[in-house]
């Protein structure tokens, strides 16, 4: 199963309809917060046919018409609060938009693979917990921007597939309204 993982989009349309463009083969997606406006959602609901879960993040201030949109596509659209828990393909995966909490939930052993945004920072790593080998999953940010003591610094926007069959995260970074792959670990 290819497992698309997006963060941080901040109202950012163009970079988030590259990645959607190159979704297609995408499985399920997974947003971990920071849309930001309400039609943001309404993108991610008509640009990607697959299911999708999104967690809310510390910029997502309108919920109740960014929940009511999302309501608007049925089962195919998932909003889980601030954690989502799910089973896809045989992998407890969680979701959090928040990269403290996040580390938290792949301290306990719980989640073979836990999905965080918020500090637009991309990030992989491993780790060994009660026996269980717990991917930790950060994808940067769809914004392209990170910042630096308050400062917005532009970065390569990016976006994450996980494919639950080898394992292995493609990071994808996206250049203009193109987006390539530019490394799988």
Known sequence: MKV???????DHLGPLDAALAVLTDADVLLCCGDLCA????????????????VVFGNNDADTFRITRIAGGYGERVRLHGETARLTLDGRQIALHHFDDVARDLAASGQYDVVCFGHNHVWEVTRQEVAGRRVLLLNPGAVMGYRFDGGVPVPVSPTFAVYDTASDT??????????????GSL
């Open 38 to 53: 309400p039609f943001v959602m309404k993108r991610l609901a008509e640009g990607f046919a697959g299911p999708i879960h």
């Open 4 to 10: 698309a993982v997006l963060s941080d989009i901040h």
């Open 169 to 182: 995260v493609t990071r994808w970074v996206i250049e203009g309204e193109a987006a390539r792959p530019d």
